[in-house]
């Protein structure tokens, strides 16, 4: 007679981890601009331009966090 828990089975399944607190954020930067024309004016605002929008998306996912957080209280 052989019991239930001494047939061969798959293995279980990982636990799922769940991170809590405030996502981690880096610190906004603008990359470094020298502009020799005035076409590289435009390249110059488009790359500032586009670290700002990093920097506001950080920004918006630690608030929409908050909200999550201040929600659940």
Do not use: R
């Not at 399944?13 to 769940?18: G, K, M, S, V």
């Amino acid at each position: 007679m052989q019991l239930a828990g001494c047939g061969s089975a798959p293995p279980s399944p990982e636990p799922l981890h769940i991170a809590t607190g405030c996502p981690a954020v880096v610190p906004c930067t603008l990359s470094a601009t020298n502009p020799d024309k005035n076409g590289a004016l435009l390249t110059d605002q488009e790359a500032t331009e586009g670290d700002w929008a990093q920097c506001a998306a950080q920004v918006d996912m630690v608030y929409q966090h908050q909200q999550a957080q201040a929600g659940k209280q």
